[in-house]
């Protein structure tokens, strides 16, 4: 449901731009977990390199414009180029999403067309470490995994506890000749229980790094979270209960 709702508003927002496109990466604006009491804003980039083995290299970096609420609201703006809707026209309309955990809902926003496509949001509890936004992902139980604290230290003015997590794919497991590493060093932050610097390395997918700077701890405008007054709202049809086969 969420999917389709994003190629929609995607789709809407290139309107006379619309080239081939393919949709790379994860979902944007997908809800997180909610998280009350921990209001602030901030820029979040993220580059990707990979070295090819004739040699070439490539590099993507994806930037938006991040806000969240005392409620847990969420606010992501971004270009479709940082989405991953690749065109060849280099300079696409910028989209928005909104989650309202308060209100229950979704809101896919295209600025060059004032439409807003509105999905009904499910439910998600509180956000925990184990879980955070960014954080290392939970190993596979035959993989051999390693974590170490790197202790604590101050990135974009708030406190972060650092760990590193190696994680061993054993040879033959994924058709490796030998043993490969993965290495994720992450720095978390009690207080906006995100983690506002992440790095990977993965001899498969190469180096990702994603960071959070321009860190505001203030209230973000409500106005922030609505639908602006002039914009027409999309509801996708609700599709009714699949019957069995005859």
Not at 15 to 26: L, T
Not at 50 to 69: A, C, E
């Amino acid at each position: 449901m969420l999917r389709s709702l994003m190629l929609s508003v995607l789709a809407a927002a290139l309107g006379a731009h619309a080239q081939p496109w393919r949709f790379v990466g994860a979902e944007p604006g997908r809800p997180g977990p909610v998280v009350k009491g921990a209001p602030f804003s901030a820029d979040i980039t993220t580059e990707t390199s990979m070295v090819l083995q004739d040699g070439n290299r490539i590099h993507q970096v994806s930037k938006l414009r991040f806000y969240r609420d005392g409620e847990g609201r969420t606010r992501r703006e971004q270009s479709l180029n940082s989405l991953g809707a690749l065109a060849s026209n280099t300079n696409l309309p910028p989209v928005i999403f909104i989650s309202d955990p308060v209100a229950g809902v979704n809101y896919a926003l295209s600025p060059a067309s004032k439409t807003a496509n509105k999905s009904l949001s499910g439910g998600r509890g509180p956000m925990g470490r184990g879980r955070m936004r960014g954080g290392p992902p939970l190993p596979d139980r035959q993989q051999n995994t390693k974590t170490e604290s790197l202790g604590t230290k101050t990135l974009e003015g708030v406190t972060a506890e650092g760990t590193r997590t190696t994680i061993t794919i054993p040879a033959g497991q994924e058709g490796n000749e030998q043993p490969m590493l993965t290495v994720i060093e992450s720095w978390y932050s009690p207080d906006l229980q995100i983690a506002v610097l992440s790095k990977r390395s993965d001899p498969r997918y190469g180096e990702t790094v994603t960071r959070y700077s321009n860190i505001s701890r203030g209230e973000p405008a409500h106005s922030l979270f609505e639908v602006p007054a002039d914009y027409k709202i999309e509801t996708p049809p609700v599709r009714g209960p699949r019957t069995g086969a005859k």
